[in-house]
């Protein structure tokens, strides 16, 4: 399974957007790229997913580029309500392993 | 129903105590996981679950002891544990294991104290 690594933390202010890029270098034709978010003493909950080019739904996008080593999760215009862990994780098709990385601890600030 | 329900939510047990811990499902999802999770760590895989099978045990202590009774149920039975096992157990579930999309949806968790 491909190893992320992502930035320990970021702060942000309340109505900007916020990239947080993930580093895949292993990833491998099969797997699919995929992010969650964590608040404390909760179970994680999907965002979202995507394999390559940009993928969006109503709470996130999802940028890839052509190479595949890298990936961003955008949140648009985050609230207070947004400050959480935010995990990416490279999903093998064919494997049944979940690796989750380290994930980056997003602290939103009024 | 998008819901994994997780017992009890806290459990505190002795090392010599054996305790299970429950999951449940009702999405029709053919999936089912444990993981464990540390303060200010990410989830660990322990088990993995498709079609009621047991398909990945990622090296986990016989102390730990999966059983999937059917397709909506996961228990996680625990004997003689350390105080080192004192973590959040969360269970998810999917549709399928070993597919590229794989949303997995994730209970609340059991904050598990081992004294």
């Known amino acids: 399974l491909a190893k992320t690594t992502q930035p320990i933390s970021m702060d942000s202010y309340e109505g900007q957007e916020v990239n947080i890029t993930c580093s895949h270098n292993?990833?491998?034709?099969?797997?699919?790229i995929t992010w969650y978010q964590q608040f404390p003493s909760q179970g994680p909950r999907f965002i979202i997913q995507?394999?390559?080019t940009k993928v969006t739904n109503e709470v996130a996008s999802l940028f890839i580029p052509a190479d595949r080593k890298s990936s961003t999760l955008s949140l648009p215009r985050v609230s207070l309500s947004d400050t959480a862990v935010y995990y990416c994780?490279?999903?093998?098709?064919?494997?049944?392993?979940?690796?989750f990385g380290a994930g980056t601890r997003l602290f939103v600030k009024a | 129903d998008t819901e994994v329900t997780q017992t009890p939510k806290h459990l505190v047990m002795g090392m010599t105590n054996k305790k299970s811990l429950k999951c449940e499902q009702h999405?029709?999802?053919?999936?089912m996981y444990w993981y464990k999770q540390k303060a200010k760590k990410p989830p660990e895989l322990m088990f993995v679950?498709?079609?009621?099978?047991?398909?990945i045990n990622e090296s986990v202590p016989s102390r730990f002891s999966p059983e999937c009774p059917n397709s909506s149920l996961l228990n996680l039975h625990l004997h003689a544990l350390q105080p080192e096992d004192s973590a959040l157990y969360l269970c998810?579930?999917?549709?399928?294991?070993?597919?590229?999309?794989?949303?997995?949806?994730f209970g609340p968790g059991t904050r598990l104290t081992v004294l």
């Open positions: 998810a579930s999917s549709q399928l294991a070993g597919v590229g999309y794989n949303e997995q949806f």
């Open positions: 292993n990833i491998a034709t099969n797997d699919y």
């Open positions: 995507g394999y390559k």
């Open positions: 994780l490279v999903v093998n098709t064919g494997g049944f392993k979940t690796i």
């Open positions: 999405m029709g999802h053919r999936a």
């Open positions: 679950y498709s079609y009621e099978k047991l398909s």
